[in-house]
C-alpha cells in the first residue's frame, strides 16, 4: 500500500508564501500523476495543481496560476508547492494524491481519479 506523507503548512500573513511536501513511500516513477487538492471547511475538494512525472508537465486550477508551483524530485520521491503570494482564500487542507495510471488532461483535476491520498495538512492564511 503507497503511502503519502505531507508536511509544511502553518500559519501565514497574506502575502506570504509557504512549502509543501509531499514524500511517496515508493518510487514515483512507477506513478503517472501527482497532484495537489485543497478543501476548505464547508466545501468540496478541489483541485490545486497537478505533475506528470515522465514529462513534468504541469496543470493549476486558475485561482493558484501564477502564484503557486509544483515540482519533484524523484531520487527523494516527493512532489513539492510552493506557494506565494497566498491570501486568506488559500485557506484549507492540502492533500497530495497520486495515480499510478495514463489521466487525460481533461480528467487531471478530477480528485475521483487519484488512487491514493496523504492525510492533508493544514494551511491558515491570516488577513
Known amino acids: 500500500q503507497v503511502q503519502l506523507v505531507e508536511s509544511g503548512g502553518g500559519l501565514v500573513q497574506a502575502g506570504g508564501s509557504l512549502s509543501l511536501s509531499c514524500v511517496v513511500s515508493?518510487?514515483?516513477?512507477?506513478?503517472?500523476?501527482m497532484g495537489w487538492f485543497r478543501q476548505a471547511p464547508g466545501k468540496e475538494r478541489e483541485f490545486v495543481a497537478a505533475i506528470i512525472w515522465s514529462s513534468g508537465g504541469t496543470y493549476y486550477a486558475d485561482s493558484v496560476k501564477g502564484r503557486f508551483t509544483i515540482s519533484r524530485d524523484n531520487a527523494k520521491n516527493t512532489v513539492y508547492l510552493q506557494m506565494n503570494s497566498l491570501k486568506p482564500e488559500d485557506t484549507a487542507v492540502y492533500y497530495c494524491?497520486?495515480?499510478?495510471?495514463?489521466?487525460?488532461?481533461?480528467?487531471?483535476?478530477?480528485?475521483?481519479?487519484?488512487?491514493?491520498w496523504g492525510q492533508g495538512t493544514q494551511v491558515t492564511v491570516s488577513s
Open positions: 494524491a497520486t495515480r499510478q495510471w495514463f489521466l487525460t488532461p481533461a480528467s487531471v483535476p478530477d480528485p475521483s481519479t487519484y488512487n491514493q
Open positions: 515508493e518510487r514515483t516513477s512507477s506513478r503517472y500523476a
